[in-house]
């Protein structure tokens, strides 16, 4: 157990609907990633978050949205729900929000199904 | 911008004997770090191995070693004394900085299926 969580582990939805991904990073880490993993693209990098302000931008949809809450929860948010957002949502979290040995850890993911 | 390759989608292996998972990438970072993860059937992210790119040594747990070339840019892992257990889908991974903002994120290959046959 990597002390990060991720609710819900299964969603199903159809296409054009909204849905909210929900993580909580380990005690004590400040920083939180999500990654997206899909047949066709592999494991990608959506956004970071560091202490309630984004840090880093990768290959995010402009539908897909993410905020950090004071209490270093974060959520994200995707909307327009297309059938090729078919993915497991990971978050990850860290310490520190910088790249030097900066170890991520993984939550158990959310499968988020569009139909 | 970062780019991390696996060129071998599908290996397997027989139960103790070693295996090694090839992994090559590009970075324009002085400073990165290099890990390896495992996915199980679970699906979790379970980190394997980790290496700092300004260590020459390489890094070793336990059953897992790799071998870290810094001019070919080349971080292979090793599996000795394979288990069944140790069947996964394996990942490298660079970590890199993002931007002016101080940011970090990981870049991931492809994935290597590993099978560990009885």
């Known amino acids: 157990d990597s002390g990060v969580t991720q609710t819900p582990k299964h969603l199903i939805t159809a296409t054009g609907q909204r849905v909210t991904l929900r993580c909580s990073p380990r005690s004590g880490d400040l920083s939180v990633y999500w990654y997206q993993q899909s047949l066709d693209q592999g494991l990608q990098f959506l956004i970071q978050y560091y202490n309630g302000e984004e840090r880093a931008k990768g290959n995010i949809l402009e539908r897909f949205s993410a905020q950090q809450f004071p209490d270093l929860h974060s959520e994200l948010n995707l909307s327009s729900l297309e059938l090729g957002d078919s993915a497991l949502y990971f978050c990850a979290s860290s310490v520190d929000l910088r790249a030097n040995y900066n170890e991520q850890f993984f939550g158990p993911g959310t499968r988020l199904t569009v139909l | 911008a970062q780019t991390v390759t696996q060129s071998q989608p599908e290996m397997s292996v027989q139960e103790a004997e070693t295996v090694t998972l090839s992994c090559t990438y590009d970075?324009?970072?002085?400073?990165?770090?290099l890990f390896w993860y495992k996915q199980p059937p679970s699906r979790q992210m379970i980190l394997v191995i980790r290496q700092e790119a300004y260590k020459q040594q390489n890094a070793t747990e336990n059953r897992f070693s790799v071998n870290f070339q810094k001019a070919a840019k080349s971080f292979s892992l090793k599996i000795s004394d394979s288990q069944l257990g140790d069947t996964a889908m394996y990942f490298c991974a660079c970590l890199g900085s993002v931007g002016e903002t101080s940011g970090s994120r990981l870049t991931f290959g492809e994935g290597t299926q590993l099978t560990v046959n009885p």
């Open positions: 970075t324009s970072e002085n400073n990165y770090y």
